[in-house]
């Protein structure tokens, strides 16, 4: 089947900022007694919005959260992204190879997309196909495939014709139950021992450490047979 879409996670695939909000989220949680390190937030939550990952660190533990620990959080994060997030290493390099309409699909919400591709220099390169998957369609954030959905919706794609680019768990696994072919990335500064096996396991095709790979499995899956 042809290939006619491109689709990418943004926090980890397009910009280097899944460490930022981990390391945030960790020196948040010490604050209320919650010792859990950066790296194990971003192998265990990644790709999940904040809310979702307070719900189940609630029930793991027990802990009542204070009333405005999300919103706070959320502040801290937006700050260091405005001031340190980078574009992930050959991502223009990588756009510029690919022929194929592309769009963003991301757990995080279009302000913050907007502020972290402007700062990389990628909101032109996107806009304004850039969907937050609790802003659109239904509303459901990944592991719920709906955000992939919508995107290939809007191109009117089959969700069999287009291709994705994830760095997470549940983000391969959105895209996955979509039905889209999924390609795992482990490029960014988030990524763990066991990263790409994890990302195979929940449905990647195919896994790659650097974005200069990328054009050559898209051209490669024009041709290839799901497998």
Same mark, same amino acid.
């Given at each position: 089947?042809? =290939?006619?879409?491109? !689709?990418?996670?943004?926090?980890?695939?397009?910009?280097?900022?899944?460490?930022?909000?981990?390391?945030?989220?960790?020196?948040?949680?010490?604050?209320?007694?919650?010792?859990?390190?950066?790296?194990?937030?971003?192998?265990?939550?990644?790709?999940?919005?904040?809310? @979702? !990952?307070? $719900?189940?660190?609630?029930?793991?533990?027990?802990?009542?959260?204070?009333?405005?620990?999300?919103?706070?959080?959320?502040?801290?994060? $937006?700050? @260091?992204?405005?001031?340190?997030?980078e574009a992930i290493p050959g991502v223009a390099a990588m756009l510029d190879r690919i022929d194929?309409?592309?769009?963003?699909?991301?757990?995080?919400?279009? /302000?913050?997309?907007?502020? !972290?591709?402007?700062?990389? /220099? =990628?909101?032109?390169?996107?806009?304004?196909?850039?969907?937050?998957?609790?802003?659109?369609?239904?509303?459901?954030?990944?592991?719920?495939?709906?955000?992939?959905?919508?995107? #290939?919706?809007?191109?009117?794609?089959?969700?069999?014709?287009?291709?994705?680019?994830?760095?997470?768990?549940?983000?391969?696994? &959105?895209?996955?139950?979509?039905?889209?072919?999924?390609?795992?990335?482990?490029?960014?500064?988030?990524?763990?021992?066991?990263?790409?096996? #994890?990302?195979?396991? #929940?449905?990647? $095709?195919?896994?790659?450490?650097?974005?200069?790979?990328?054009? &050559?499995?898209?051209?490669?899956?024009?041709?290839?047979?799901?497998?």
């Amino acid at each position: 089947m042809p =290939l006619s879409l491109v !689709m990418f996670d943004c926090d980890g695939v397009l910009v280097d900022s899944e460490i930022l909000a981990a390391q945030v989220e960790a020196e948040r949680f010490a604050e209320i007694g919650i010792e859990i390190a950066a790296s194990e937030i971003a192998e265990r939550f990644a790709g999940l919005t904040l809310l @979702r !990952m307070l $719900e189940l660190l609630a029930a793991e533990t027990g802990q009542n959260f204070p009333e405005d620990f999300a919103a706070r959080t959320d502040e801290e994060i $937006e700050r @260091r992204l405005r001031s340190s997030v980078e574009a992930i290493p050959g991502v223009a390099a990588m756009l510029d190879r690919i022929d194929l309409p592309r769009c963003i699909c991301s757990n995080s919400g279009s /302000e913050r997309l907007e502020t !972290m591709l402007r700062k990389v /220099e =990628l909101w032109d390169r996107f806009r304004p196909y850039v969907f937050s998957a609790l802003e659109v369609g239904t509303r459901r954030g990944k592991p719920a495939p709906d955000v992939y959905l919508y995107g #290939a919706e809007q191109f009117s794609a089959a969700p069999g014709e287009t291709i994705v680019l994830e760095d997470s768990v549940h983000g391969v696994a &959105a895209a996955s139950a979509a039905g889209c072919r999924v390609v795992g990335f482990t490029g960014g500064r988030h990524t763990y021992a066991g990263h790409g096996h #994890a990302l195979s396991e #929940a449905g990647a $095709e195919t896994v790659i450490k650097r974005l200069s790979e990328f054009p &050559a499995v898209v051209e490669a899956f024009r041709n290839w047979d799901r497998v």
